[in-house]
């Protein structure tokens, strides 16, 4: 798609349709008091009869617009001018882009707002691209069409490049999470990073599964000992710094396929099972971003790709797994591998020098019982680092909350027979005995865990994005690497 800032007049702009800003209350900004004056008072009249609306999100169609050349016109609400911010942006943007989506369209302009800041410019470009991408990769009678063209008013040319490389990454992470578990599984995975990678100057080191033995990973070598296709644990390097500074680490979960092994999943919660390599779809997207826009900092990303299926040489419960970092693990459930997983990719990352470490995974279930289904999960060991990362995914508009680590949770996952073991006390504060396992492996460094299960992958579709992979995160995490200086603050 062509995003380019407009630069003809509102009037005399010949668009498909043009998509104006509304908030909900009387200050209207400068193009939509512009487009009601073109237009001899129609929209006033519009929102007087209340057929348009300054919700967030709120959309509505108006064919032929008098005084101007776009052939038509599609309001969409802003909210209240106070609460107005990058999230918001995004979510109207993309609320109007679905919409417009269900058909074939040229050019669609936008003019949302006067003097908007770059990033919230930016943010609302992304939710635009994320709005009209679907998931029906393997429809052939698709349901949302990209347009051939953007062009935005009061949007520098920087904003446009900003915004598309931000909704390209969201969506690449998307479409990762929305390919079925029978093209996607860990060395597909592996070949699609490489090419990425390659395309945006990133270095990309494949651990095939010898090597994983080799490097004595046999937490996560475990999980996937029972599948026909063989783990990879990836690494990416990223180096915009000019000289040296250590690097920040971006840990994904990436279970290409999770049937829950010998304690299997119901179907109904199988179902969906494909997308439980979110976590390593946003570090690839988010190290990709960086790249892409030459962030001036050192970058490490590890991906541990496995599927978790059921044969004959599946792990069991009762075995006791020694990590690579020596630590002993009693494995009492088999659908807790994410975690075991994550052991040898976070121990890598230490191993890597990283100064500190964010983990993004789809780890608990409990997650979306505690939080629900659209807010991720954020655990730390330095409550500085998690703040840093808490702002972070504010400003972006993506709801997160944090959850409590004290001492005495880490008793939960003591074991009688090994080191720890990779569940808890029963369904009690699942989430957070998760954390405090992957806590053992990250070697006291300054360290985020976000768990994502429930906020990777929407059922339904919401007004601003179809159903399936969210790419929930790769935007906080492209704004926190996007500060790194060298050091997690203090
Ligand atoms: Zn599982």
Not at 132 to 149: P, V
Not at 170 to 193: E, G, H, K, M, W
Not at 343 to 362: H, K, P, Q, R, W
Request: net charge negative.
């Amino acid at each position: 798609m062509r995003i380019t800032p407009a630069v003809e007049d509102l009037a005399e702009h010949e668009a498909d349709t043009l998509v104006i800003g509304i908030p909900d209350d009387p200050a209207w900004p400068g193009p939509s008091r512009r487009v009601d004056a073109l237009s001899r008072g129609l929209l006033g009249r519009l929102f007087e009869s209340r057929d348009v609306a300054g919700k967030v999100g709120e959309t509505t169609l108006v064919l032929e617009p008098p005084g101007l050349r776009a052939k038509a016109l599609l309001t969409v609400g802003l909210g209240k001018q106070a609460a107005l911010d990058r999230g918001v942006a995004n979510r109207a943007a993309g609320s109007a882009a679905r919409q417009l989506a269900r058909r074939r369209r040229g050019r669609v302009a936008f003019a949302l707002g006067d003097d908007w800041p770059e990033d919230r410019v930016a943010g609302a470009i992304c939710g635009a691209m994320v709005g009209c991408a679907g998931q029906d990769l393997f429809r052939a009678e698709k349901k949302s069409f990209s347009f051939d063209e953007m062009t935005w008013f009061g949007a520098t040319a920087e904003a446009c490049e900003q915004g598309r490389i931000l909704g390209e990454s969201v969506n690449l992470a998307r479409r990762l999470v929305n390919q079925p578990p029978n093209v996607l599984f860990p060395d597909s995975f592996a070949d699609i990073a490489r090419t990425v990678c390659a395309e945006h100057g990133i270095e990309c080191e494949v651990w095939d599964d010898r090597r994983l033995e080799q490097e004595r990973c046999g937490a996560m070598l475990a999980v996937g000992r029972a599948s026909t296709q063989p783990p990879r644990m990836l690494i990416l390097r990223y180096r915009g710094a000019p000289g040296e500074m250590p690097p920040v680490a971006l840990v994904g979960k990436g279970v290409t396929f999770d049937s829950g092994g010998l304690s299997i999943k119901p179907s109904d919660g199988m179902k969906t099972m494909k997308g439980d390599m979110a976590g390593a779809a946003a570090v690839l997207a988010a190290m990709c971003a960086a790249a892409r826009r030459g962030f001036p900092a050192h970058l490490i990303g590890v991906l541990g790709l496995v599927e978790n299926v059921i044969s004959g040489s599946a792990y069991k419960l009762g075995d006791v797994l020694t990590a690579r970092s020596g630590t002993t693990i009693e494995v009492l459930n088999t659908d807790a591998e994410g975690r075991l997983v994550l052991a040898d990719a976070l121990n890598v990352a230490v191993e890597l020098g990283a100064a500190a470490i964010i983990d993004v995974a789809t780890l608990t279930g409990a997650c979306s019982v505690a939080l629900g289904q659209h807010v991720v999960g954020v655990m730390t060991n330095h409550q500085p680092w998690c703040d840093r990362v808490l702002s972070a995914a504010r400003e972006c508009g993506e709801p997160a909350w944090q959850l409590p680590m004290f001492p005495d949770y880490g008793e939960l996952i003591r074991s009688q027979v090994a080191d720890i073991k990779n569940v808890g006390d029963g369904r009690y504060a699942g989430t957070i005995t998760g954390a405090k396992f992957l806590e053992e492996f990250v070697g006291g460094r300054p360290w985020v865990h976000a768990d994502i299960a429930g906020s990777a992958f929407s059922e339904s579709a919401r007004a601003w994005i179809d159903g399936g992979g969210t790419g929930v995160f790769v935007r906080t995490l492209i704004e926190v690497v996007r500060n790194w200086s060298g050091a997690a603050p203090a």
